[in-house]
């Protein structure tokens, strides 16, 4: 059965600096999203991204946060400079095209900002 | 905006007793219903979705789920509880009528199930 992937499961950072967190989204899908849950706290959506642009955002994705499909089968969440509060496991998830597809989730990273 | 309420924090129930897991949710439109399930350092998995028609949905593993829309509720059942089911459990809703694909989770109940 198809999966999403996730790399890496776990990603020490100093905070100022940028991560890049990577999925592969499920093969024929063409929805894509970016969720987080701090530890103990809800799963937060973030971004969803279709036919190579965000079609929808939180406010918790600011100016820090970008996305992007560099190539047919990655999906990237860049955050630019890290703050403690970044802290948190993220979450890739994809689906279908219409409006009841389910969306799967990937395994997710952690990241962690010291 | 829409919301979802998950008033117990952990549910325990005996190995083999039916089990139900709460779930109320707000939407200003008709809902998408979702349950997941969280084991231990994996992500989430799709147990069941309600999108129209029949109010009983059947999912993975045994479960299902009965939406309610006079109560605004979807709660996860299973008539007969096994030890690997001791997991973390998420209702998730979305609009029908917003066009928006954001899901928003509940803040999750943990099941114990007893030997």
Redesign the interface.
């Given at each position: 059965e198809p999966e999403?992937t996730?790399t890496p499961s776990h990603q020490v950072t100093q905070m100022g600096q940028e991560v890049i967190l990577r999925c592969v989204p499920i093969s024929n899908h063409l929805?894509f999203?970016w969720?987080r849950q701090i530890l103990g706290?809800?799963?937060?959506?973030l971004v969803?991204f279709y036919n190579n642009e965000i079609?929808?955002k939180?406010e918790i994705f600011d100016d820090q946060f970008s996305v992007e499909r560099p190539d047919g089968s990655n999906f990237t969440l860049k955050i630019r400079s890290t703050k403690l509060e970044d802290s948190a496991m993220y979450?890739c998830?994809s689906?279908h095209r219409t409006?009841?597809d389910?969306?799967?989730?990937?395994?997710?990273t952690r990241l962690t900002v010291l | 905006a829409q919301s979802v309420a998950q008033p117990e924090d952990q549910v325990n129930v005996a190995e083999g007793n039916p089990l139900t897991v709460k779930c109320t949710y707000s939407v200003s439109g008709n809902p998408y219903l979702f349950w997941y399930v969280q084991y231990p350092n994996r992500g989430l998995q799709f147990l069941l979705k309600y999108i129209t028609g029949d109010n009983l949905v059947k999912g993975s593993y045994g479960f299902e789920a009965e939406f309610n829309k006079s109560q605004t509720s979807f709660h996860l059942k299973k008539p007969s509880a096994l030890v690997s089911d001791s997991a973390l459990y998420f209702c998730a809703v979305r609009d029908q009528d917003t066009g928006r694909r954001a899901l928003t989770f509940g803040s999750g109940t943990r099941l114990q199930v007893q030997p």
């Open positions: 999403v996730q929805y999203y969720y706290q809800k799963v937060e959506f969803s079609s929808e939180s979450f998830a689906s409006g009841s389910t969306q799967y989730f990937g395994p997710g | -």
